[in-house]
């Protein structure tokens, strides 16, 4: 009789392991701040997802307008043509930035384009793009977009020419957790999803005169930026054309654009009236391998003829 009670112990211990494992495994991601999770959040927001390009004050007296480190996030950034829009103030500060959100409201905001107060945000904001994320790397930009310097700075209400509504209505957008990530075999499928977070469509693709991309032009460049910073750029070509894009550049030659912006000696400079919107100080930051991935990537686009003069 007395191996029963040991047997049934046995047992309970094992379904106790099984039940927490379990548990574990089916517990909600929260934001919560173990260091892999910022460390994923810092990359994405600092480098690859560029959001401080947007979210921060910029000086542009210099090449490719380096953010000024005391503003990361404040937001303040005026889109004149929509209308009265500012980015957003997206420090922790609680009374002006989104310190009193939860997580699943910010994650709204970045993947769905839903702010707190169920307003649409207008998609200047690639939250298009950013709802092609895993939901495992929307929530590891909440935890570290929590660990910013809150800063105390009230956003203008907003007053658009155009409603917010029907210009997220352009777009499909897949519930969040409905994006896995890619393996990281595969370099193809890696490539893109970064292009996504990077939104780089967004910049290199011509625009219709109300401001929508020419989808059939994805990657061709044309589309004329820099104004309000007081100079013109035109988005270059970037599809794998010969002549017009980048189809004759090599990885080695890709990659080392990007990553010459780890010194600062190639941006601290003034170049007047050439100067550039490309976030190259934040991208040239990504990861060598994760560079090669996007250019095997755009090797994949659809190759568009279309001359393009940076400056002119
Ligand atoms: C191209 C510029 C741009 C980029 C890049 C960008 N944002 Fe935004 N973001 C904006 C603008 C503009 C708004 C405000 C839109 C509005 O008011 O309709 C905004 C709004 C937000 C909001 C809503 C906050 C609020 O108070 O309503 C959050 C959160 C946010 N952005 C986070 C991010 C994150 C995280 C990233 C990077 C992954 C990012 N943004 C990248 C321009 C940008
Ligand atoms: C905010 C707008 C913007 C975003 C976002 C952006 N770019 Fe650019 N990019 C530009 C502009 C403008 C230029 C031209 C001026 C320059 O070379 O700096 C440029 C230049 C480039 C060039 C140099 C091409 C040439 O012919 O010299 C490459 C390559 C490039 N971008 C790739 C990318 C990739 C890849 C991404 C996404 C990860 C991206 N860009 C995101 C605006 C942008």
Redesign the pocket.
């Known amino acids: 009789m007395k191996p029963f009670p040991l047997t049934a112990l046995f047992c309970i211990f094992l379904l106790a392991i099984t039940f927490s494992c379990h548990q574990k495994a089916a517990s909600p991601i929260t934001s919560a701040a173990d260091s892999s999770r910022l460390e994923r959040g810092k990359y ?2 600092e480098t690859v ?3 401080m ?3 921060s004050q910029r000086d542009f007296t210099k090449f490719s307008g380096p953010i000024k480190e005391e503003t990361k996030g404040m ?1 303040g ?1 005026g ?1 004149p043509k929509f209308g009265v ?6 420090t922790p500060d609680a009374a002006t ?2 310190g009193s959100w939860t997580d699943d409201e ?1 994650a709204r ?2 993947a769905l384009g839903i ?2 107060n169920g ?4 998609p ?4 298009y793009e ?1 709802n092609k994320m895993s939901k495992e790397d929307i929530y590891s ?1 909440v935890a570290y ?1 929590r660990t910013l310097k809150p800063i105390s700075n009230k ?1 203008p209400d ?1 007053k ?1 020419k155009a409603p ?1 509504g029907p210009e997220r209505d352009r777009f499909a957008f897949s519930p969040i957790g409905a994006n896995p990530e890619p393996s990281s075999k595969d370099s193809i499928q890696t490539g893109k999803y970064l292009a996504n ?1 990077g ?1 780089c469509v ?1 910049c290199h693709t011509p625009k219709t005169d109300d401001d929508h991309l020419i989808v059939d032009s994805s990657y061709a460049g044309g589309d004329v930026m820099g104004q309000k910073f007081g100079f013109h750029v035109t988005s270059p070509n970037i599809t794998p054309d010969e002549t017009t894009g980048i189809g004759k550049w090599t990885e080695t030659s890709f990659v080392s654009k990007f990553t010459v912006f780890r010194q600062a000696s190639s941006y601290e400079f003034d170049p007047h009236t050439k100067n550039t919107i490309m976030p190259w100080i934040m991208l040239g930051q990504m990861k060598d391998e994760d560079l090669k991935a996007v250019y095997a990537y755009l090797k994949t686009v659809k190759p568009i003829q279309h001359q393009i003069e940076k400056w002119h």
Do not use: E, Q
């Open positions: 994405l927001v997802g560029s959001c390009h947007c979210h937001g950034i889109y829009l500012f980015s957003s103030n997206i930035g989104i910010i905001a970045i702010r707190k307003d649409t945000l207008f200047i904001m690639p939250y950013y930009i977009l956003i907003r658009l917010a977070i939104a967004s």
